[in-house]
């Protein structure tokens, strides 16, 4: 049963997001610290999650939020099991939120990728309200649990389902994100792109991993409007993906576009290896909606600036790695979810 009404809940998280958008000293070191475990969570990565999520958590969008759904206070609260993903920082926090605003309690299997920072998060948490502490707890295996959210690949989705498929459950498999541009964006418009193309190298799957252009698209302008990522190139990791891609294509002597830190290679598919970029080219809007819609079920969100009628997020450009609280994964309610079982 919960022990929380709409307004406490409210004013909790918001000053847990006053606090994320403000790091103490010692969430300071953690941030800096957590390249030590995970060569991919650089400060600046880690640091951009950690705000995204504190500007997430302010009390005119948990309102709006909370104002779609009916939570029963008096409901017994159920035990879900929560399996987070380790792809980038901070990316199962969305699920730990709706478990707990829900009432529910949360058994949570966190990534060995990414356990110190939620579980650092989590204690502020129950700092600022002490009850939550009762509401979570993290597991080394999943047992006695009512319900279930897991996210993970296309091959362990398959063992998700046999596992847990007798209980009420949200199972997410890959998804990446896609880009439809028109050849009339500005610099800017691209530029701010590159955000969505590069930020946390690339590996999150609201990522754009491919880009859909009219045919004849001159990627000039392209190149010549991300020329400020470049420093990318200075992470060992994303440079020896760059540097194994590009040789692969060169001894293949497939036709691909090189930036120097980027590599842009025509291709159907939206997954695209690390340091590359996909593209597909369309002959009109219609046609390339079309295709957008055949493969909705593999697209987490869309990057354009042109209204497209589509059964994914559209978003504008640098904006596919700072989701709302209403912007569900894999376009699954969590909330509606987890308010039924």
Same mark, same amino acid.
């Given at each position: 049963?919960?022990?929380?009404?709409?307004?406490?809940?409210?004013?909790?998280?918001? =000053?847990?997001?006053?606090?994320?958008?403000?790091?103490?000293?010692?969430?300071?070191?953690?941030? *800096?610290?957590?390249? @030590?475990?995970?060569?991919?969570? &650089?400060? =600046?990565?880690?640091?951009?999650?950690?705000?995204? #999520?504190?500007?997430?958590? +302010?009390?005119?969008?948990?309102?709006?939020?909370?104002?779609?759904?009916?939570?029963?206070?008096?409901?017994?609260?159920?035990?879900?099991?929560?399996?987070?993903?380790?792809?980038?920082?901070?990316?199962?926090? /969305?699920?730990?939120?709706?478990?707990?605003?829900?009432?529910?309690?949360?058994?949570?299997?966190?990534?060995?990728?990414?356990? $110190?920072? #939620?579980?650092?998060?989590?204690?502020?948490?129950?700092? #600022?309200?002490?009850?939550?502490?009762?509401?979570?707890?993290?597991?080394?295996?999943?047992?006695?649990?009512?319900?279930?959210?897991?996210?993970?690949?296309?091959?362990?989705?398959?063992?998700?389902?046999?596992?847990?498929?007798?209980?009420? /459950?949200?199972?997410?498999?890959?998804?990446?994100?896609?880009?439809?541009? &028109?050849?009339?964006?500005?610099?800017?418009?691209?530029? !701010?792109?590159? /955000?969505?193309?590069?930020?946390?190298?690339?590996?999150?799957?609201?990522?754009?991993?491919?880009?859909?252009?009219?045919?004849?698209?001159?990627?000039?302008?392209?190149? !010549?409007?991300?020329?400020?990522? @470049?420093?990318?190139?200075? %992470? %060992?990791?994303? *440079?020896?993906?760059?540097?194994?891609?590009?040789? #692969?294509?060169?001894?293949?002597?497939?036709? /691909?576009?090189?930036?120097?830190?980027?590599?842009?290679?025509?291709?159907?598919?939206?997954?695209?290896?690390?340091?590359?970029?996909?593209?597909? +080219?369309?002959?009109?809007?219609?046609?390339?909606? $079309?295709?957008?819609?055949?493969?909705?079920?593999?697209?987490?969100?869309?990057?354009?600036?042109?209204?497209?009628?589509?059964?994914?997020?559209?978003?504008?450009?640098?904006?596919?790695?700072?989701?709302?609280?209403?912007?569900?994964?894999?376009?699954?309610?969590?909330?509606?979810?987890?308010?039924?079982?």
């Amino acid at each position: 049963m919960s022990k929380f009404n709409k307004t406490t809940l409210i004013n909790g998280f918001s =000053e847990l997001g006053i606090q994320l958008s403000n790091p103490n000293q010692q969430l300071s070191e953690i941030i *800096n610290d957590e390249r @030590q475990y995970n060569a991919w969570f &650089t400060p =600046e990565s880690v640091f951009k999650a950690v705000k995204s #999520i504190g500007e997430m958590l +302010n009390p005119q969008s948990l309102t709006t939020w909370l104002a779609n759904y009916n939570i029963d206070q008096n409901k017994n609260s159920k035990k879900v099991g929560l399996i987070l993903a380790g792809n980038i920082p901070l990316v199962g926090f /969305h699920d730990v939120l709706c478990v707990l605003i829900t009432g529910n309690v949360a058994l949570i299997k966190a990534s060995s990728q990414d356990a $110190r920072l #939620i579980k650092y998060i989590l204690q502020m948490l129950t700092d #600022i309200e002490s009850s939550f502490k009762d509401q979570y707890c993290f597991v080394e295996r999943l047992e006695n649990f009512e319900a279930i959210i897991a996210t993970g690949s296309n091959n362990t989705s398959r063992y998700f389902e046999y596992y847990f498929g007798k209980v009420p /459950h949200i199972i997410r498999k890959n998804r990446n994100s896609i880009s439809l541009l &028109t050849g009339d964006e500005t610099k800017r418009q691209l530029f !701010e792109l590159g /955000h969505d193309i590069f930020d946390y190298y690339g590996l999150g799957c609201r990522n754009v991993s491919k880009l859909m252009v009219p045919k004849g698209y001159n990627f000039n302008f392209f190149f !010549e409007s991300i020329e400020a990522y @470049q420093p990318i190139i200075n %992470h %060992h990791k994303y *440079n020896n993906n760059y540097d194994y891609n590009k040789s #692969i294509y060169l001894v293949n002597s497939d036709k /691909h576009f090189d930036n120097g830190f980027l590599l842009l290679k025509e291709d159907n598919r939206l997954a695209s290896p690390l340091a590359v970029l996909f593209y597909e +080219n369309y002959d009109n809007l219609e046609s390339a909606q $079309r295709k957008l819609e055949e493969q909705s079920d593999n697209i987490q969100c869309i990057v354009s600036g042109v209204p497209l009628q589509v059964s994914n997020q559209v978003v504008d450009f640098g904006m596919s790695q700072q989701p709302a609280l209403w912007d569900y994964a894999d376009g699954i309610d969590t909330m509606e979810f987890l308010s039924k079982i």
